[in-house]
């Protein structure tokens, strides 16, 4: 008796990742890595908090529409993504792939992450999409990846931040460093998310390697 072939899907090799930018102040962060994220050919599945659409709309001059199919259409265009190659959720779209292990992606990124994100991911809150996708990363051992911003941080984020390293999560705080003499706000920006790509060991020219 012959086995039934087992279908290939066709994106393999392709990195599927969620990131998640939540209300924290740095929302260039998160758009940069959007932007690169999706012209590195990955799958990217987006979700926007509403305390980061406020920041969003405090912090650039972009305006990002409120409604999910909305965001997806104007990011898409905004940064050239091909067809389904970005996918964005709700808060409360609990059949999304991104809520479930077996539906996962192969990494997340929360970017940048607010201290209440970084607390209900620490406590397993799962109260919002956002905090069950990292969640489902945490149980299934997938890459997990938080940068925070805040200043000063207290010893609740502090616990926090060991306990989510512990589990197994990587912690980049959004505190670019100098040594390669940026020239702009865009150069200290681009510092951080080529920590993260690196993380997520995908190819990027935004800042040399030490020592190159």
Not at 41 to 62: I, K, P
Not at 145 to 169: C, D, F, N, Q
């Amino acid at each position: 008796m012959n086995p039934t072939p087992v279908p290939v899907p066709s994106s393999v090799g392709t990195l599927k990742v969620t990131l998640a930018i939540t209300g924290a102040s740095g929302a260039q962060y998160g758009l940069r890595l959007l932007q690169c994220l999706l012209a590195s050919q990955c799958e990217v599945s987006l979700m926007v908090s509403s305390a980061a659409q406020v920041v969003l709309a405090t912090e650039t001059d972009l305006k990002v529409p409120s409604a999910t199919a909305a965001i997806q259409s104007f990011f898409s265009a905004l940064y050239g993504a091909k067809e389904g190659q970005l996918r964005v959720f709700g808060k409360q779209q609990w059949m999304a792939p991104v809520a479930s292990g077996s539906g996962g992606g192969d990494a997340m990124v929360v970017c940048p992450c607010s201290t209440g994100s970084l607390s209900a991911i620490a406590c397993g809150a799962s109260n919002n999409l956002i905090e069950r996708a990292a969640d489902v990363h945490l149980k299934e051992r997938r890459k997990l990846i938080l940068v925070p911003r805040e200043a000063p941080y207290s010893e609740i984020h502090l616990e926090h931040m060991l306990k989510l390293t512990r589990m197994g999560a990587v912690v980049i705080p959004a505190s670019p460093g100098f040594y390669n003499r940026p020239q702009s706000v865009a150069d200290m920006v681009d510092f951080v998310v080529a920590r993260i790509l690196s993380q997520l060991s995908l190819p990027q020219t935004l800042v040399p390697a030490w020592g190159e």
